[in-house]
């Protein structure tokens, strides 16, 4: 099946620090990635859709300039965390769709980023 | 728009035993329906799916799903569990008439025990 691969799994940084995860598609590409945030024992919260090429697409509440999306190429999206706090402290994953036009709904998953903020 | 509920969020169990871990929807459009299973500090990973056909799907590690249309419901169940099963599991639902993103339920965690 399509794999996707997030780096770092773990990361721990000081307050007001930039934080960078990386999403990566590894034997397919991937127009589209989302990116969500679960708190501990809770679901996902998507975040936001990742577009290859063009401006991310946030969900309601959450801030632009706080999560910073790049998806440069077809294989990569990266999620910036930017002057990073506390409450920012979270467990990151992302997903994407095995390929272009696929409707079935099916994501395939990152092994997902711990952020600990100190 | 689309809401999935799980009942349960914790459901103990003993090695060996069945297990029904349940899922209701709703929604005004058809959709397809995922079961995902999560290990601790770890991503998701599709357990099954139903797209159309069969109501009672079979997945990965011995775990089948049943689609009730009129309950709107997708319980997910095995006959007989392992300690390794230990882990949350999600139900999932997206809209088939569109290109979307999922809605998940808040998760049930499966706690087996020896």
């Known amino acids: 099946g399509a794999v996707v691969s997030q780096h770092p799994s773990w990361v721990i940084c000081k307050s007001g620090t930039s934080v960078k995860i990386e999403c990566r598609s590894l034997?397919?590409?991937?127009?589209?990635m989302f990116w969500y945030r679960q708190f501990p024992k809770q679901s996902l919260m998507l975040m936001a859709t990742s577009n290859e090429g063009s401006k991310a697409t946030y969900e309601q509440g959450v801030e632009k300039d706080k999560f910073l999306i790049n998806h440069a190429s077809l294989t990569l999206s990266t999620l910036t965390v930017t002057s990073a706090h506390p409450e920012d402290s979270s467990f990151y994953i992302c997903?994407?769709?095995?390929?272009?036009?696929?409707?079935?709904?099916?994501?395939?998953f990152g092994e997902g980023s711990r952020l600990t903020v100190l | 728009a689309q809401s999935v509920t799980q009942l349960d969020s914790q459901v103990p169990v003993f090695e060996e035993a069945p297990v029904e871990l349940r899922c209701n929807y709703s929604s005004s459009v058809s959709v397809y329906l995922f079961w995902y299973v999560q290990y601790p500090n770890q991503g998701l990973q599709l357990l099954l799916k139903y797209l159309s056909g069969s109501t009672l799907v079979k997945g990965i590690n011995g775990f089948e799903a049943e689609f009730n249309k009129s309950q709107t419901s997708f319980h997910l169940r095995k006959p007989s569990v392992h300690i390794s099963d230990t882990a949350e599991y999600f139900c999932?639902?997206?809209?088939?008439?569109?290109?979307?993103?999922?809605?998940f339920g808040k998760g049930t965690m499966l706690l087996v025990s020896p």
């Open positions: 034997d397919f590409q991937a127009t589209t």
């Open positions: 997903s994407a769709r095995a390929w272009e036009g696929d409707d079935t709904g099916e994501l395939f």
């Open positions: 999932a639902v997206i809209p088939n008439s569109g290109y979307s993103t999922l809605t």
